[in-house]
């Protein structure tokens, strides 16, 4: 089993930033990769950025490359999201999950998940 924690999500005007985190627990964190997904308004949660195990592969979805960067600290057992220049768009509920087969973009294939953080921007 692994516990993933969310925290740092909160109410951030447009062009703002933030930074989440993602506490993992339980089974070896080393051995995951990690991935980051979001859930808006009425909206089926949608892949946003994922990270290798070793953090030398990282992939974003389109509309947040550039913007977003995903990294971790293994040491720490966490994994992080910083979000600059947000929009309105990026509002949702943002959660952190563990996948034990290799990084992907599909949920599915991420077997433990957080309980999510809400992040909310205004225009």
């Known amino acids: 089993q692994v516990q993933l924690v969310e925290s740092g999500g909160g109410l951030v005007q447009a062009g703002g930033s933030l930074r989440l985190s993602c506490a993992a627990s339980?089974?070896?964190?080393?051995?995951?990769?990690m991935g980051w997904f979001r859930q808006g308004p009425g909206k089926e949660r949608d892949f946003v950025a994922a990270?290798?195990?070793?953090?030398?592969?990282?992939y974003y979805e389109d509309s947040v490359n550039g913007r977003f960067t995903i990294s971790r600290d293994n040491a720490k057992n966490t994994v992080y999201l910083q979000m600059n220049s947000l929009k309105p768009e990026d509002t949702g509920i943002y959660y952190c999950a563990a996948a034990y087969m290799g990084w992907t973009t599909v949920a599915n294939r991420y077997s433990y998940w957080g309980q999510g953080t809400q992040v909310t921007v205004s225009s």
């Open positions: 339980g089974r070896t964190f080393l051995s995951a990769a």
């Open positions: 990270i290798s195990w070793s953090g030398g592969n990282t």
